[in-house]
């Protein structure tokens, strides 16, 4: 099917900077959107920015103007970069991918997560 594996969190004073990265692979036929999500403990996992096959993008107000999601379509790539972060920043950022795989249904595949952590 499709595999989806995150890179690039860790920690990070406030007002820095973070970069993401995730690549799908495996029997992929055509990949529609690519998404970051993150969720902290207690609170449901929640949608930070989107684009989808013909690259509009959709970022939610706490992060616009901050976080900036961009696609290599050719890579099957997506990277999420972050600036002036804050504490509230702080999450297991995920990578979800939208996704006809060869021989199956679509469907969203997720990565197993990277953590953010912003703190001083």
């Known amino acids: 099917q499709v595999h989806v594996v995150e890179s690039g969190g860790g920690l990070v004073q406030p007002g820095g900077s973070l970069r993401l990265s995730c690549a799908a692979s495996?029997?992929?036929?055509?990949?529609?959107?690519m998404g970051w999500y993150r969720q902290v403990p207690g609170k449901q996992r929640e949608v930070v920015a989107a684009?989808?096959?013909?690259?509009?993008?959709t970022y939610a107000d706490s992060v616009k103007g901050r976080f900036t999601i961009s696609r290599d379509s050719a890579k099957n790539t997506v990277v999420l970069q972050m600036n002036s972060l804050k504490s509230e920043d702080t999450a297991v950022y995920y990578c979800?991918?939208?996704?006809?795989?060869?021989?199956?249904?679509?469907?969203?595949?997720w990565g197993q997560g990277t953590q953010v952590t912003v703190s001083s």
């Open positions: 495996g029997n992929i036929f055509v990949i529609n959107a």
């Open positions: 979800k991918v939208g996704a006809y795989a060869v021989g199956y249904a679509p469907r969203d595949y």
């Open positions: 684009i989808n096959g013909g690259g509009s993008t």
